[in-house]
Structures are given as C-alpha cells and as structure tokens.
C-alpha cells in the first residue's frame, strides 16, 4: 500500500483526505505543520507522494510557507511526488512549482476523482523514475567495475551496446586467438585495438601496428614478412626484418585488413595456422609468436563472395568478431564524447541544448572522428562560453533523414531526444511537442529506459 503525506493545518481538510485516501488503497500519514510534515518525511523514508497546502498561518494567503515547505521536501527527497493545494490566488506559483518536475497542483475544493487520478499519476510516474533509476544506477556501476577492472585506454563511452563490446574485448583479450574488429569509418576500431592489446597477457611484449592498404602489394609482404637483399626491386643490399617479427611475443595489429593482396593473404594464413614464415627472397622458415588483431571497415563477407579475399583467412582471422556500432546507432556516447574533446583542447566550453539535440540527430557519416574534428574547430571559433547549433555548422542532411515530428516519434527518434536532453523528461517532451505523460507513454511502450 503507498504511504500518502498530508501536510495542511486545517484539521477538516485533512481529515477528509485521510478518508478519501483509505478509501482507495491509500495509507494516510498526517502532518497540520510543515515542521511535522518533514519530520514525517525524514522517518519514513517509504512515503511515495505528499499532499501539501500552500498556506500554514491563518492570516497568510501568499503561498510563500508552501513554497518554502516544497523546497524543503525536494532537499530531503529529490523525485518524490507532490501535489500542492491551492487557492486559485496561488495559480501562478502552483504552475511554476509544478514545472521543477514531478508535481502537479490542484485548485480547493478538489473533485475528489480528480485528486485520486492526480495521485494516481503521480505514482505511476515516481515508480517509473525509480526504475529508470535503478538501471541507470546499475549500467553506472557496471561501468565503473569495468573501468576498475581492465585498461580501457581512456575509452569514452556511456551506451549499453559499448559496454557489452568492452565486456566482450577485454574478455577476449586475455586469450591469445586473432580478433576481427569491424565498424565504420572513425567508430574507433584503433581504440578497440589498443584496449585487447593492453589487456592481454602480451601487453608487456611490443605492440606493432601495420596499415596493410597504405604501401602497394610487394612492399606490404616485406613489411610484413620481411625480406632478404634484392629480394625485389628497390630491396636494397641489407636484410630486412618484417613486423611479424618485430610482433614476436606481442602483438601485431592488421588495420585495413581488407587491403591485403592474394599472396600476402595465403602467407598470412599461414602464419596463423603455424606460426611459420619465409622472408621474402629467403626459403628460411621463421617461426613466431604473435597475437593478431586485425580491423576493417569494409564489408568482408561480400569481399570473399566477389573473390577478392580468401574465405578460409577470413575464418582464421574472425574467431572473435568485435563489432564496433556506428556513432548514430549510440546517441547516448554523443555527449560525453563532446565533452570530453572540449575539455581535451583545455577550455570549459559546454554546449547549449540546442547544439546537443541537433548533434544527436545529425548522423555523424565519420562518426567519433568527425564529431572529434566538429568539436575542435567549434571550439576554436566560438567567442562565447557556450557552443550554439550555428558554430557547430553540422551539415544538411538529405530530406530523406530529417526526422518529422509529426508523426509518431520512432523508438530511435526516442532514445535520440533523451540523450540530447541529457534524460531530462520535461525537456525532451517539449522538444518532441508533447506532454510529459504522453512521453512516458510511449517510452514505456517501446520499453526504452530514461
Ligand atoms: N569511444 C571513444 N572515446 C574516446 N575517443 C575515441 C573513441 N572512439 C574513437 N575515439 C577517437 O576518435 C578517433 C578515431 O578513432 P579510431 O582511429 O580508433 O577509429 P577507426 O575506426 O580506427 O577509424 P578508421 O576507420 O579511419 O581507421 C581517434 O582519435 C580516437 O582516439
Ligand atoms: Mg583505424
């Protein structure tokens, strides 16, 4: 049963609420002054909703003793639900009260369905922000435990779908199978890399990281596998150690993995298979020990039904598959990824809601690099304390894109608006048109926690 505060000095008032709330599944707690009001409050700290008057001295009418109670409810509990009685000389102050969040008022003499509703709602809404407390409190501490417990290499990030990628890396990195790390452009394949490597058993041993699509075919092989004098045109007269060996003990990381020609390909299989190699121009087999992590962007499993990479190192190479989702398909890492760029380039910048909504619907094409370049120069070129939309100057979209508020808002339309508004409820629902109540309806709906 939901414990209901009354706080009203008017003993009839009181009394008829007490009746009206037992009367509906409600426990009534009783205070006719503020002081006991909130000695209430601070025993029983399972009160879900109060019901408070505005005035508490006879001769006052100016709603300031219930202004002042309001606050000191909020001090004790934040989020608790409440209800002011007013007169309707009190309307303006009821209202704006009523805006600092989860409030609602109700005009003397109440209609006793309207006030049962009223609470009703209120309820409702308290036990949703309880829940979407708890989780956020949960996906917080799961957070920090990861944090604590492995190098994330100063990773930004605050999704759920990030979080179950680093649980997964830093899982992975302790064995010594190859990693394929997938994602678009800028999504921060590199960082990924960089987390399994200092996690792993070899992240004493050296880290080598090689971008097989920057040299042309013959030099990627004898950067790789290294190669003996004259071993090919412009190989010179000494003997050169590839990154395999460099990467003996360690790690060697593959960027651009998609890249790399048909010959370099059967030789890396190889090395994966047996650990063995030749350098180019040499029939010395070379045998090494190397954790391989390779990363693309391209889409490899049309690249092997095109011909042009080979299936079986595809398999070699995937045994553990990361995939690194695009920046869009994470709005919630959209904020604190700004942050902490603005805060990189050494300023105290902050950004204006404005330029945070319009961030999380842009659809960052280059992702966390962009976003990185984006909050670089907006930095540099704002005079002013806060970064509006115009600075940030994102591009247009196509039409296609833009989101229509008309309509039903979609699931990610949603999670998008909140992220932006940082979960405030008030704030989204105004940026989407629409109350709060239809809001949490919809959030409920699509089973989003906020
Ligand atoms: N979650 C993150 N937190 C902090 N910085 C990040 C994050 N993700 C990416 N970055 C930064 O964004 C930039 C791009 O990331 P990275 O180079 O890892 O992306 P990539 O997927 O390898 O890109 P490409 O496809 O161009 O190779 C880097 O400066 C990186 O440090
Ligand atoms: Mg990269």
Redesign the pocket.
């Known amino acids: 049963m939901d414990k209901v505060l009354i706080i009203d000095d008017n003993s009839s008032i009181v009394s008829a609420l007490e009746i009206l709330l037992s009367l509906h599944d409600l426990q009534p707690l009783c205070a006719i002054t503020p002081q006991a009001g909130l000695q209430l409050l601070r025993e029983n700290k399972d009160i879900s909703l109060v019901i408070q008057d505005m005035n508490f001295t006879a001769d006052t009418t100016s709603g300031e003793e219930g202004r002042e109670l309001f606050f000191a409810i909020r001090e004790i509990s934040p989020d608790l639900p409440i209800i002011l009685l007013t007169a309707w000389t009190q309307l303006e102050m009821a209202v704006e009260l009523v805006r600092a969040g989860a409030a609602d008022y109700l005009g003397k003499p109440w209609d006793d369905n309207k006030l049962i509703s009223t609470i009703n709602n209120l309820l409702e809404l308290g036990e949703l922000q309880k829940r979407q407390r708890a989780s956020q409190q949960q996906a917080m501490n799961a957070r920090s435990e990861l944090r604590e417990k492995f190098d994330l290499q ?4 605050r999704s759920d779908n ?1 979080q179950k990628l680093l649980e997964m890396a830093t899982q992975v990195a302790k064995s010594d199978v190859p990693v394929l ?1 997938t ?12 987390i399994v490597q200092a996690n792993s058993q070899v992240r004493d041993g050296p880290f080598i990281k090689v ?1 097989v699509g920057a040299l042309p075919e013959d030099l990627m092989e004898a950067e790789l596998f290294g190669a003996e004098p004259g071993a090919y045109t412009g190989a010179g007269n000494k003997a050169r150690e590839g990154r395999f060996e460099a990467a003996d003990d360690g790690t060697l990381f593959l ?2 993995i998609g890249e790399l020609s048909a010959s370099g390909q059967v030789k890396l299989l190889r090395v994966l298979q047996t650990g063995e190699f030749q350098r180019l121009g040499s029939s010395q087999t070379r045998r090494v020990k190397v954790r391989v992590i390779s ?1 693309t ?1 391209s889409d490899l499993p049309k690249t092997i039904a095109e011909g042009s990479f080979r299936q079986d190192l595809f398999y070699r190479l995937n045994v553990i598959e990361l995939r ?1 989702p695009a920046l869009c398909e994470r709005p919630e ?1 959209i904020a604190p ?1 700004a942050m ?2 603005l805060r990189e380039k050494g300023n105290s910048k902050k950004l204006s809601p404005q330029a945070l909504t319009a961030m999380t619907r842009y659809q960052w094409p280059g ?3 962009e ?2 370049n984006v909050m670089q120069r907006a930095s540099v070129l704002c005079q002013e304390d806060t970064i509006d939309e115009a600075v940030l100057a994102l591009p247009e979209q196509p039409v296609a894109e833009k989101i229509d508020i008309s309509f039903e808002p979609s699931r990610e339309l949603l999670q998008q608006t909140l992220a932006s508004c940082n979960g405030i409820i008030a704030q989204a629902a105004r940026e989407l048109g629409m109350s709060r109540q239809a809001l949490y309806r919809r959030l409920e709906k699509h089973g989003i926690s906020y």
């Not at 100063?154 to 990030?157: A, G, K, L, P, T």
């Not at 678009?184 to 960082?191: C, S």
């Open positions: 100063s990773i930004i990030y990030m790390i994602g678009p452009n800028g999504a921060g394949k590199e960082k990924i890399a960089d971008n960027d651009e990363a962007n690194l890492d990824l902490s760029f992702n966390v690099r976003l990185q």
